[in-house]
């Protein structure tokens, strides 16, 4: 093993059993070769693929087991990429964040679908779906903001909610759904899923989005000023609990460093590979335990225990 090895595996295992594990399964070879290749500038971006199902996706109705509550999971393709089974290299953490729960506690449902905003998760009729299958007792963790942005009437996609938290709207000619739209903020459509959800009997938990792979100055771009920024809003004037996934995975990843990081994605900025997945589901378990009140502090696998909670200072 060369020194460029050496040193990302002391880094890694410096850095904790998470990291430890990250070692390990990505093996110290193909880590150094990531660094090596970095520094001398010759790493070749991953082609991006779009493995977002088609708007009509519907999902079979879950097994569950009866009298014990459900995890819901509601987002976007960072949290189910494609069909979950990990096709061209890419996985959501919500398909791995099973065996850190105790199953025999709690069911856990993905419906997170790739491609959805805010906006088109709720007017494509997917929120309603899963709405009808919440009892009281649930708990329904909730992120978007990966495809917030751009113009709400864009003729390809017409995703976009309007930047803010506020209850701006507009009116718009939907080019895909083929009808008159209001479409509202991101923050109103946030405090939506809020609303909605404790309607049911249940408890939200709002999400801040993964980061991306943006590096500036060796540290990974926040979104404190926009989607993970206006998620806190939403969530701090709802009194709703709230995971930073934003920072607390933005700080492992410059903990490991951009050579480190690169192979923990599946494409040039956005989608995990099953192992970045990994890291990014103990993301989820650090912030559960990092609330005030926990909802799921009971209902931890063994795995799951052994993960400490986040500490923002």
Known sequence: MGSGGDAVKKRLLD?????????VMLGVAGIAVAQEAGQAGQTAPVPAVNTDPGRTIRFPPPVLKPGIPTVWLVGDSTVRNGRGDGANNQMGWGDELAP???LNKVNLVN???????????????????????????????????????????????????????????????????????TVHTFGWYMRKYVTDTRAKGATPILCSLIPRKIWKDGKIVRN??????????????????????????????????????EPLFG??????????????????????????????????????????????S
């Open 15 to 23: 850095l904790g059993p998470w990291a430890a594990m990250l070692f």
């Open 100 to 102: 850190y729960l105790d």
């Open 111 to 181: 419906r997170a679908i790739g491609g959805r905003s805010s906006r088109t998760y709720i007017t494509e009729g997917h929120w309603d779906e899963v709405l009808a299958m919440i009892k009281p007792g649930d708990i329904v963790l909730i992120q978007f903001g990966h495809n917030d942005g751009g113009k709400p009437d864009d003729p390809s996609r017409a995703r976009a909610s309007l930047p803010g938290v506020g209850d701006e709207t507009q009116e718009i000619e939907n080019p895909i759904l083929k009808r008159h739209e």
């Open 224 to 261: 404190t000023d926009t989607y993970a920024g206006w998620t806190r809003e939403v969530a701090d004037a709802t009194k709703t609990d709230f995971i930073d996934l934003n920072e607390i995975t933005a700080r492992k990843y410059d903990a490991l460093g951009e050579a480190a990081v």
């Open 267 to 312: 494409d040039p900025h956005t989608h995990t590979t099953a192992v970045g997945a990994i890291m990014n589901a103990e993301s989820v378990v650090a912030g559960l335990k990092a609330l005030p009140d926990d909802p799921l502090a009971k209902d931890f696998s063994t795995k799951g225990e052994a993960i400490a909670a986040f500490r923002a």
